[in-house]
């Protein structure tokens, strides 16, 4: 069992940055593919960014690659998403998520095992 907390969500305005992070529950967090997924109103949810432990997989949605980040400490069993240049319609409530499988299958399949509640981020224009 994993539980994820995800912090550091808000409002923003356009061309603005924000940092997600998640804090895993897990005693083999660096087993876990480690993922960030969005739910924008209205919208089905579609993955934004995921990782394998190492960093040697790591999948971006096409709209935001070049302006988010995305990293983990396994040490602190943490994962994070650096959000830069955020636009309007980045506006969504962002998951974190934990995946038993490889992270291209957790990115292509829009799936994962574990989620995080959720943190709304609002982008203004």
């Known amino acids: 069992q994993v539980h994820l907390v995800e912090s550091g969500g808000g409002w923003v305005q356009a061309g603005g940055s924000l940092t997600l992070s998640c804090a895993a529950s897990?005693?083999?967090?660096?087993?876990?593919?480690m993922g960030w997924f969005r739910q924008a109103p209205g919208k089905e949810r579609e993955p934004v960014a995921v990782?394998?432990?190492?960093?040697?997989?790591?999948y971006y949605a096409d709209s935001v690659k070049g302006r988010f980040t995305i990293s983990r400490d396994n040490a602190k069993n943490s994962v994070y998403l650096q959000m830069n240049s955020l636009k309007p319609d980045d506006t969504a409530v962002y998951y974190c998520?934990?995946?038993?499988?490889?992270?291209?299958?957790?990115?292509?399949?829009?799936?994962?095992?574990?989620w995080g509640q959720g943190t709304q981020v609002t982008v203004s224009s």
């Open positions: 998520a934990a995946g038993g499988s490889t992270a291209q299958r957790m990115f292509s399949m829009n799936r994962a095992e574990y």
């Open positions: 897990a005693r083999t967090f660096s087993l876990y593919a």
């Open positions: 990782r394998n432990w190492s960093g040697s997989s790591t």
